[in-house]
């Protein structure tokens, strides 16, 4: 088993508070032997006076200084580009002044005047090379004005690419600024929206301290090789932001810039996962492997239990070639999620409605599509005067939530983006993509699906309304209608198909195996 870590350090920049502080700006810098500075900041700072006020102090203390200010919102390619040229021009030390913006931007200045290399040599793979930043860089002092983003004491530049449509950065312990200066004098002429964001986003970083992994849990490195933090929230931060940790070089590089589309369910127990695994690559596939085959064994008997033809629905689950492939020594969270759904049906067929009500909120939280089968189920409870465990499904919702916000802040709220940038980007396998591929606009056949499923459903709940929730069709109509179509989606409708009496959702299910065989075998 990987040797685990038994030592730690604290790495931090010195820090000078108080109001009033960066009226010594000027003497700090001297001190730092600086007799050339770059003031960067954004428009709004240049303007309030701050930096001409910052380069008044800076000639009292000897230190000739210049302004770059050429900052619009996030860092992105053409700002890094305009401020690196500034950089270049002669100075030997570096004055971030504003929010995280500034401060990211003095860092990469302060890395552009030291070291050769463009922007793409030290950006984070796969957008750029990662290439480490080689030594330390020229002497650099944070000034911040606002509270939340804590860059005066980070190692990352956060960097904006527009044209590929997401943020990734620089992370070395070597950006780390020399000195931070906080002067709450600073935050004054922050917009009250601001202070208000600043210190929810403050909060926030203070309540990461409880959700860090344990130093004793991770991989004993080499030195130059350990990470300059730990901590990291699926929701919020992406793999490409930790490019040395173990896992990363195993992940597929279509997922190394996108943030969890997963529920707080599934993310939790995949904690627990990484505790019991550790850095062992073998015991994470196998215990892995080993979940998912057990999801499909629960799914299998829990469609036989509900279903008339016990024998037949558990063949037809647990003969499955397709689900063979992906499940019996594979594994998903589709199984998980879908053994929750089925487990939910099972417990409301024996009575144990609060169990059942608890049970559909954990699928839901393990993956948000199982949602789509709750009005049906609920529209078919009331047609047939059927009780519902209101109490269980709103006590498990309170404590998913609290914990989920404990551990993720509010970023699990947020997974649906990621989730819609799939779908919009749509899978070669999916009908929509498909339809596409014989000209029609890929927006147009995509929406042309989404009607076509919508009206599908209106027609389902009708059919609830009346008695009969049609869940194994109701899947079936998703993985026709979705744009983002993945071989093992099946197991959302094969089970629901084996455990209901609805001859044509286990034809149409049937043919959605077939058709997506091809996509797990080669033929």
Same mark, same amino acid.
């Given at each position: 088993?990987?040797?685990?870590?038994?030592?730690?350090?604290?790495?931090?920049?010195?820090?000078?508070?108080g109001?009033?502080?960066?009226?010594?700006?000027?003497?700090?810098l001297?001190?730092?032997?600086?007799?050339?500075?770059?003031v960067?900041?954004d428009a709004?700072v240049?303007?309030?006076g701050?930096?001409?006020?910052?380069?008044?102090?800076?000639?009292?203390?000897?230190v000739?200084?210049?302004?770059?200010?050429?900052?619009?919102?996030?860092?992105s390619?053409?700002?890094?580009?305009?401020a690196r040229?500034?950089?270049?021009?002669?100075?030997?030390?570096?004055i971030?002044?504003?929010?995280?913006?500034?401060?990211?931007?003095?860092?990469?200045?302060?890395?552009?005047?030291?070291?050769?290399?463009?922007l793409?040599d030290?950006?984070?793979?796969?957008?750029?090379r990662?290439?480490?930043?080689?030594?330390?860089?020229?002497?650099?002092?944070?000034?911040?004005?606002?509270?939340?983003?804590g860059?005066?004491?980070?190692?990352?530049?956060?960097?904006d690419?527009?044209?590929l449509?997401?943020k990734?950065?620089v992370?070395?312990r070597?950006?780390?600024?020399t000195?931070a200066?906080?002067?709450p004098?600073?935050?004054?002429?922050?917009?009250?929206?601001?202070?208000?964001?600043?210190?929810?986003?403050?909060?926030?970083?203070?309540?990461?301290?409880?959700?860090?992994?344990?130093?004793?849990?991770?991989?004993?490195?080499?030195?130059?090789?350990?990470?300059?933090y730990?901590?990291?929230?699926?929701?919020?931060?992406?793999?490409?932001?930790?490019?040395?940790?173990?896992?990363?070089?195993?992940?597929?590089?279509?997922?190394?810039?996108t943030?969890?589309?997963?529920?707080?369910?599934?993310?939790?127990?995949?904690?627990?996962?990484a505790?019991?695994?550790?850095?062992?690559?073998?015991a994470?596939?196998?215990?892995?492997k080993g979940?998912?085959?057990l999801?499909?064994?629960?799914?299998?008997?829990?469609?036989?239990?509900?279903?008339?033809?016990?024998a037949f629905?558990?063949?037809?689950?647990?003969?499955?070639?397709?689900?063979?492939?992906?499940?019996?020594?594979?594994? /998903?969270?589709? &199984?998980?999620?879908?053994?929750? +759904? $089925?487990? %939910? =049906? @099972?417990?409301?067929?024996?009575?144990?409605?609060? #169990?059942?009500?608890?049970?559909?909120v954990g699928?839901?939280?393990?993956?948000?599509v199982?949602?789509?089968?709750?009005?049906?189920?609920a529209?078919?409870?009331?047609?047939?005067?059927?009780?519902?465990?209101?109490?269980?499904f709103?006590?498990?919702?309170?404590?998913?939530?609290?914990?989920?916000?404990?551990?993720y802040g509010?970023g699990?709220?947020?997974?649906?983006g990621p989730l819609?940038?799939?779908l919009?980007e749509?899978?070669h396998?999916s009908?929509?993509?498909r339809?596409?591929s014989?000209g029609v606009? /890929?927006?147009? &056949?995509?929406a042309?699906?989404? +009607? $076509?499923? %919508? =009206? @599908?459903?209106?027609?389902?709940?009708?059919?609830? #309304?009346?008695?009969?929730a049609?869940?194994?069709?109701?899947?079936?109509?998703?993985?026709?209608?979705?744009?983002?179509?993945?071989?093992?989606?099946?197991?959302?409708?094969?089970?629901?198909?084996?455990?209901?009496?609805d001859?044509a959702?286990?034809?149409?299910?049937?043919?959605?195996?077939?058709?997506l065989?091809?996509?797990?075998?080669?033929?």
């Open positions: 088993m990987t040797e685990t870590a038994t030592t730690f350090g604290l790495d931090t920049t010195r820090v000078v508070f109001a009033g502080a960066s009226e010594e700006t000027g003497e700090h001297a001190q730092l032997g600086i007799t050339r500075a770059l960067v900041c709004f240049s303007s309030s701050l930096a001409e006020q910052l380069q008044a102090a800076l000639g009292k203390a000897g000739e200084s210049g302004v770059f200010d050429r900052i619009s919102g996030e860092p390619e053409d700002s890094v580009a305009d040229d500034a950089a270049r021009q002669g100075y030997d030390g570096f971030g002044v504003g929010g995280g913006s500034a401060l990211d931007t003095a860092k990469l200045c302060a890395l552009f005047a030291t070291h050769a290399g463009e793409l030290y950006v984070n793979a796969p957008i750029g990662g290439i480490p930043v080689p030594g330390p860089i020229l002497p650099l002092v944070a000034l911040p004005t606002t509270s939340g983003t860059s005066e004491v980070t190692t990352v530049a956060v960097i690419f527009p044209r449509g997401t990734t950065g992370s070395h070597h950006l780390r600024p000195l200066i906080v002067d004098a600073l935050t004054v002429s922050c917009p009250p929206g601001v202070t208000a964001a600043t210190g929810i986003d403050a909060l926030m970083h203070a309540l990461e301290a409880y959700t860090v992994s344990a130093y004793d849990t991770r991989a004993r490195l080499p030195l130059p090789q350990r990470p300059p730990q901590g990291a929230n699926p929701y919020s931060d992406k793999p490409s932001e930790f490019p040395d940790d173990p896992a990363f070089e195993r992940m597929g590089a279509n997922w190394r810039e943030t969890t589309v997963y529920g707080p369910v599934f993310t939790l127990a995949s904690e627990g996962h505790v019991v695994a550790r850095d062992s690559p073998a994470a596939a196998w215990l892995y979940l998912g085959a999801a499909m064994l629960v799914l299998t008997g829990l469609a036989a239990f509900l279903a008339r033809e016990t629905a558990a063949a037809f689950v647990g003969w499955n070639p397709l689900l063979a492939v992906h499940f019996a020594g594979g594994g /998903h969270n589709d &199984a998980w999620m879908m053994a929750l +759904v $089925l487990g %939910a =049906l @099972a417990l409301g067929a024996v009575g144990k409605r609060q #169990w059942a009500g608890a049970a559909w699928a839901i939280a393990i993956k948000w199982a949602v789509v089968f709750l009005p049906l189920r529209l078919e409870a009331r047609a047939q005067g059927r009780r519902v465990g209101h109490l269980g709103a006590a498990a919702a309170v404590v998913v939530a609290a914990l989920a916000t404990w551990r509010t699990w709220l947020e997974a649906f819609a940038k799939n919009r749509g899978a396998y009908l929509p993509s339809l596409a014989l606009p /890929h927006d147009a &056949a995509v042309l699906f989404a +009607v $076509l499923f %919508a =009206l @599908a459903y209106l027609w389902l709940l009708r059919d609830a #309304w009346r008695g009969r049609r869940l194994g069709l109701c899947a079936d109509l998703v993985l026709v209608a979705t744009p983002w179509l993945i071989a093992w989606y099946a197991v959302w409708a094969v089970p629901l198909a084996a455990a209901e009496e001859r959702a286990r034809l149409l299910a049937l043919g959605l195996c077939a058709y065989l091809r996509n797990a075998v080669p033929l």
